[in-house]
């Protein structure tokens, strides 16, 4: 009897990051024995929304062969975006897929902060930021964020989220808390003067 597991998120191989201890990944999966894992093409694979089918040749080309299989086919964008992503896992080149950038901060993540701290009022401290339920259900990484103590911090947000473009930050104790993990780094004038308008009195 054919063993299938659906690992769900996408983790291609074991990692020593700690906020993917216990993470099923693709490879683990095959080596304690299943024969066909079932992932996610996004998540924390980092490529375009697909399901992958991986493991014993014959059972793949058995599903392959399955009326279905053409309904549920890549088209020609998507198999070129999922090439390119795991083409970028096997090169060991993880910041050129989105979510592993973010997921791993970069090294002047310290340095935005301290800037838009300074420039909008604000203080650094460290926070958990959520990887995702889709991804890393529970799991969270330590990212610093910037405080903002505004009189009404719900209704700043308010005024942030209803911008163009949208700008969402969290509501703690009071105070707004930005977190610049997933913002582009050339993102980040606009976010200071979006904050700064609307923290604004009667802004």
Known sequence: ???????GSGLLRDRGEPWLAGEPSVAGSL???ADLVVC???KLLGGPQAGLLVGRGDLVARCARHPLARALRLDKLRTAALAATLAAHVRGALDEIPVW???RGGADLDERAAALAAA???AV???TTLVGGGSAPGSGVTSPVVRVAVPSAGAAA????????PVVVRVESGALVVDLRTVPADLDALVRERL????????
Do not use: E, K, N, Q
Request: charged residues 15%; glycine residues 18%.
């Open 158 to 165: 308010a005024r942030l989220r209803a911008g163009d473009p």
């Open 120 to 122: 909008v009022g604000g």
């Open 40 to 42: 996610s093409g996004d």
């Open 196 to 203: 700064l308008a609307a923290v604004r009195p009667g802004g």
């Open 1 to 7: 009897m054919p063993l299938v597991h659906d690992t």
């Open 101 to 103: 950038a973010m997921l």
């Open 125 to 127: 401290t460290p926070a």
């Open 31 to 33: 080596a304690a024995g």
